[in-house]
């Protein structure tokens, strides 16, 4: 055969071109592999060894690496709490939870690290998953929140709410309604659902002025409920990979809806909150002088953000919304939670039920006549369980970390370097038993005793303290007294399939669920209603 030597020549010539290539690519992918091996075995030195928060205990995985806390939270579904738990009985009161965070489990520090003065900064590794950074939940510096949570305060404020007091009587009258039908329809009574819907309408109308009456619902809308449940649990995931959020707002909303049904009832909350604002903005183009006189559709906190004295940026369309959705979703768990709490509690205590029971029936007057808040707070033992409800309902159960932007914090013999987050939990507050003697029993008795009650009010948290505690504190406080205080005077319930695992916390998803993942909470039936004007056994 004839050889052709150019046409070997060129082969070689392709050959050693490939051969380079593939040289050039191996010499890549090594060096690359290199560079990724130096940068974390770099990264886990300085974190284990060089770092500020190398001296604080704790164990080296946790000071290694995020996914730590990822597992016992996105993989266990609210985990991490506990562990942070048995590390505390581990290493100390104070403890390295992450590569950047500490965690102090003592009670006498809480008045410090949440302090009105001086100002303390959020954490954003815990804020982003919220997707509220305009509002001033959403706000990490203490400047920045200090403005916009003053534009909120008149709105929440003890006075107001006082003012608003039959906004709550028309929804816990409502809610009794609908125990009236359950009774006569013999069913067992979703009570967790019943009061998750109370709390949405209530939130809604007091914020918007507009009832979006789930309360009127057939089930009390159970998907609803799940809904809530999914998204906390999202919660979990995504403050690790932050991405989650953003590729799920890129999906059309009616595949979110296909897999649950409840999220549709989410997307229609907040498109009819943006639907109220753009109202509520052309509405006061209309009027002039003080909108608050003026305006027919009643004071919003949207006028009251748009009257304030905060500048034109921080009342755009985005920051609106961001401020209603937070204030909103704020209040529905947090509130519906104590309800159940305390409901199933003096259900499942015959001799506290007889005690709440006979103070609400021995008020003065007539039985007919509903008692106001202001009269319910003077009543001893009612306030007691719901002090005792608050303590065991913990509001937010996650711990919330706090930094000291310039200063050093001191901790005993710990120098807490300035911008660390660190955070401490309302559930270890509440447990402990050096303040609470039996701190997993129910016992209103403890609160009984006035200065005993001064006392232990100032290690209860469940609004948290200093100047980021919860804005609707007074709102919550009458709709608890209210709520109670008209079921058990109204009803007499028993309870149907549920137990203590139903209500307690087995796991902390932002807010306090039962180790059951499947558990629809408090469910009751309606004995009887209650006769005015005789005793009930």
Not at 166 to 185: D, G, I, M, P
């Amino acid at each position: 055969m004839f050889h052709n030597p150019i046409s070997e020549y060129g082969r070689r010539l392709l050959d050693g071109a490939f051969n380079t290539e593939s040289c050039l690519a191996s010499e890549l992918f090594i060096a690359t592999c290199a560079f990724c091996f130096v940068y974390v075995a770099g990264g886990l030195i300085y974190r284990l060894y060089i770092s500020p928060l190398s001296k604080f205990p704790g164990p080296k995985l946790a000071a290694a690496t995020l996914w730590y806390e990822f597992y016992y939270d996105a993989v266990l579904k609210g985990q991490y709490t506990f562990k942070i738990q048995e590390l505390h009985k581990r290493y100390g009161p104070i403890v390295r939870v992450s590569p950047n965070e500490l965690h102090i489990d003592d009670p006498d520090f809480y008045h410090v690290l949440y302090s009105y003065s001086p100002g303390r900064d959020k954490y954003p590794y815990y804020l982003k998953p919220f997707d509220f950074p305009l509002s001033a939940f959403g706000t990490e510096s203490h400047q920045a929140h200090r403005l916009r949570r003053g534009a909120l305060n008149p709105f929440f404020s003890k006075r107001r709410v006082a003012q608003h007091e039959a906004l709550v009587r028309r929804l816990v009258h409502k809610l009794c309604e609908r125990l009236q039908h359950f009774h006569k329809a013999g069913k067992t009574v979703p009570l967790s659902l019943g009061y998750t819907c109370f709390a949405t309408d209530l939130i809604t109308s007091y914020v918007l002025n507009e009832d979006y009456q789930y309360l009127d619902a057939p089930g009390w809308l159970p998907h609803w409920g799940r809904a809530l449940k999914a998204l906390s649990e999202m919660v979990m995931v995504s403050r690790q990979i932050t991405w989650v959020f953003q590729i799920f707002k890129c999906f059309p909303s009616s595949w979110a809806i296909t897999l649950n049904p409840g999220l549709g009832l989410f997307f229609k909350l907040a498109e009819r909150h943006q639907q109220k604002i753009d109202k509520i903005v052309t509405d006061r183009n209309r009027v002039s002088g003080n909108a608050e006189k003026q305006l027919s559709q009643g004071y919003t906190l949207v006028d009251q953000v748009l009257d304030s004295r905060l500048s034109s940026e921080e009342k755009t369309r985005d920051r609106l919304l961001q401020e209603v959705r937070s204030t909103t979703a704020a209040g529905v768990e947090t509130t519906s939670n104590a309800l159940s709490v305390i409901t199933y509690h003096v259900l499942a205590n015959p001799e506290k039920h007889r005690r709440l029971r006979d103070e609400l029936l021995g008020l003065a007057g007539d039985r007919e006549t509903e008692p106001n808040a202001q009269e319910l707070d003077k009543l001893p033992y009612l306030t007691s369980v719901i002090l005792e409800g608050l303590r065991l309902s913990y509001g937010v159960s996650t711990r919330l970390q706090r930094k000291s932007p310039n200063q050093t914090l001191q901790y005993k013999t710990y120098a807490i370097p300035p911008g660390t987050p660190v955070g401490m939990t309302s559930v270890f507050m509440h447990h402990n038993e050096t303040i609470f003697p039996n701190s997993y029993e129910f016992v209103p008795e403890r609160w009984l005793d006035l200065e005993e009650r001064k006392r232990l009010e100032r290690y209860l948290v469940s609004f948290g303290k200093g100047s980021r505690r919860c804005v609707g504190q007074s709102l919550a406080q009458t709709t608890l007294l209210v709520s109670i205080a008209t079921i058990f005077r109204k009803f007499v319930l028993e309870l149907q399939d549920t137990s203590k695992v139903d209500i307690e916390i087995g796991r902390d998803l932002f807010v306090p669920r039962p180790k059951n993942r499947e558990s629809i909470g408090l469910q009751v039936i309606v004995k009887s209603e209650v006769n005015p004007g005789k005793e009930y056994q």
